[in-house]
């Protein structure tokens, strides 16, 4: 079964092993290309990736998934999800334009494959 279209494993390939086993490769990030709609968040306390996708993804139904795409949109993407935004931070989040027509193309995923 495929990963669904927004899902963050949809720019994965699938390997097989011997025994037929599947494994998906590492996925490669959109990362942090300057955009002329890309907002600039200052972190306040109590901010997660989480609730920041929510808040800014809110057209797209379970919008709050899509915290993947605002870690992998930094300059330095952030690695471990699970760590607390530090206050005053600035996080790059993507448009919702760039999200939809850019990072979840579809002509992006066969450009992986």
Do not use: N
């Amino acid at each position: 079964m495929a990963p669904h279209a927004g899902s963050r494993y949809s720019f994965c390939l699938g390997l097989r092993d011997e025994a037929g086993h599947l494994f998906l490769t590492e996925r490669v990030p959109y990362g942090y290309q300057p955009h002329a709609d890309t907002r600039v968040h200052l972190v306040a306390q109590g901010d997660s990736l989480w609730g920041l996708a929510g808040r800014y993804f809110v057209p797209l139904p379970r919008a709050c998934g899509f915290w993947w795409a605002i870690a992998d949109f930094q300059p330095e993407p952030i690695v471990d999800p699970t760590l607390e935004l530090e206050a005053g931070r600035r996080v790059y989040v993507p448009s919702l334009r760039v999200l939809t027509d850019v990072i979840l193309s579809e002509q992006r995923r066969r450009a992986g494959e």
